[in-house]
């Protein structure tokens, strides 16, 4: 038996090496660096896979900011005064049930001019089917709204659908009989209530209904006082347009003015001013509008609105 160290061969023609020129910048890499490259390139794209996940979870409109609307636009658009009705998702249903109906009938399948009474009709059947016998009574002796039923010295349904900004509600109202200037208990038109409000859709429709815009309530302030306290400049200068007493006072002797002064809004005592309002007038206890200015103390707001009274022209237009 040969010996282990005489069969023995040299490596290279064993396995064939072929001898490789290696340049000093260029070297072969080892079996230890490729893996670890390897793991370090799996590595990172897990890394990436997690943040993409995340950024792929987090909302598409998170990114997106809009600034807020102060609300000191008017609101006075004729379109925005169509446009206060609320749809439930039932309804919304039904309009789209509605429409397709609509659609159906101009390709000809029913006429298009019976569709909306054919839904009006559909519908008035299947509520009297859902009613009790007592309340199918109760709607046969109201065909028409019966205010005295729908309503309370508190709860008058002018006033809580001006509040509501029902504008079309509130004609079916007026149509019926209503009169535009009923107050509640509190001596209250639908024109007080909606300027408190801040209705302004609803103060412009019905000023050109006929409303009247002198009404005082029970303790003398007319809608002129409200619309100043509540600091709506448009409204203040809307009632200006249709000819609303300036220098109005209440029970206690207050002026619109007075309530400016007190409010310390000096733009809307400025346009009361320049539009006729007597700065000279007194309260109860003998307070002008420019007593109640210096009555808040030493400030800036004091000066200004001092100022102001004192050299806008009394009684501009006397």
Not at 20 to 43: A, D, G, M
Not at 46 to 75: F, K, M, T, Y
Not at 156 to 184: C, F, K, R, T, Y
Request: net charge negative.
């Amino acid at each position: 038996m040969a010996s282990f160290a005489s069969a023995t061969v040299p490596l290279k023609q064993i396995f064939r090496i072929s001898p490789t020129t290696t340049s000093p910048s260029r070297s072969i890499p080892s079996f230890s660096h490729s893996v670890s490259k390897s793991i370090k390139s799996l590595s990172f794209c897990r890394l990436r896979s997690v943040e993409l996940s995340r950024v792929s979870s987090l909302p598409r409109n998170q990114a997106v900011w809009e600034a807020p609307d102060d609300g000191s636009g008017s609101d006075y658009d004729e379109d925005e005064e169509n446009d206060l009705d609320f749809e439930s998702d039932w309804e919304e249903e039904e309009e789209g049930e509605r429409i397709s109906s609509d659609t159906a009938s101009f390709h000809g399948d029913k006429p298009a001019a019976t569709t909306t009474e054919q839904y009006e009709e559909d519908l008035r059947k299947e509520i009297e089917q859902l009613l009790e016998p007592d309340e199918r009574d109760i709607l046969k002796q109201n065909a028409t709204p019966n205010v005295d039923r729908i309503s309370t010295a508190k709860w008058n349904p002018l006033h809580s659908l001006a509040l509501a900004g029902q504008i079309h509600h509130m004609d079916m109202l007026l149509e019926n009989g209503l009169h535009i200037d009923l107050v509640d208990k509190d001596g209250l038109t639908a024109l007080h209530t909606a300027i408190i409000g801040k209705k302004e859709p609803v103060i412009s429709h019905i000023l050109r209904k006929g409303a009247n815009p002198n009404v005082a309530d029970r303790d003398g302030a007319s809608p002129l006082h409200y619309a100043v306290q509540v600091g709506a400049m448009q409204t203040v200068k809307l009632l200006i347009k249709y000819n609303v007493d300036l220098n109005a006072a209440d029970k206690d002797g207050w002026t619109p003015l007075h309530i400016a002064i007190q409010s310390r809004n000096r733009d809307i005592a400025k346009v009361l001013l320049v539009n006729g309002a007597d700065k000279t007038r007194r309260n109860k206890d003998g307070k002008t509008p420019l007593d109640l200015a210096l009555c808040y103390g030493k400030d800036f707001k004091s000066y200004d609105l001092a100022k102001l009274l004192k050299l806008v022209p009394a009684n501009r237009y006397m």
